[in-house]
């Protein structure tokens, strides 16, 4: 089955022809195909530690924006230096918009905080950064 986008909130599943919300299909477990849906522009805005990240999801006809911190140490366990922070911040995002619309992730956050509301997050990010 296949996913279709209508607009940002509706989808067609053409197997059935059955239109569902995008968080209908989150809480049945089909995720959303990113890719056709927006994309994630992110943005280094400090070097210190922790590292500062202004992140813009285009999506739709509107977008959001989120500040993001992420420690040095965060980073390297994450990614085991093997790309770059902003490439692991790309992951997280696409892994949070298969988890929820860009309107209820945090404004402000550290990427750890992640975790807290997805624990399975770390354990699926490597996927999500191998996809981007």
């Known amino acids: ?3 279709i986008p209508l607009k940002a909130d509706i989808v067609i599943l053409d ?3 059955a239109i569902m919300s995008r968080a209908s ?24 530690d922790p590292l500062e ?5 285009h999506e739709g006809e509107s977008d959001s924006r989120h500040h993001v911190t992420m420690t040095r140490q965060t980073y390297e366990g994450l990614t085991a230096g093997k790309c770059t922070p902003e490439h692991c911040l790309k992951g ?5 918009l298969d988890h929820e ?5 945090l404004a402000r956050f550290d990427v750890t905080v992640i975790s807290r509301y997805f624990p ?3 354990r699926e990010l490597p996927r999500y950064l191998s996809q981007s």
Do not use: D, H, Y
Not at 53 to 57: A, D, L, N, S
Not at 101 to 105: A, L, Q, Y
């Open 1 to 3: 089955m296949s996913v």
């Open 15 to 17: 197997a059935n022809l």
């Open 25 to 48: 299909l989150t809480r049945c477990g089909m995720r959303r195909e990113r890719t056709e849906l927006g994309m994630i522009e992110v943005k280094r805005i400090g070097n210190k």
């Open 53 to 57: 990240f202004e992140v813009i999801v």
């Open 92 to 96: 997280a995002f696409q892994f949070l």
């Open 101 to 105: 619309p860009k309107e209820s992730i």
């Open 120 to 122: 399975e997050f770390e």
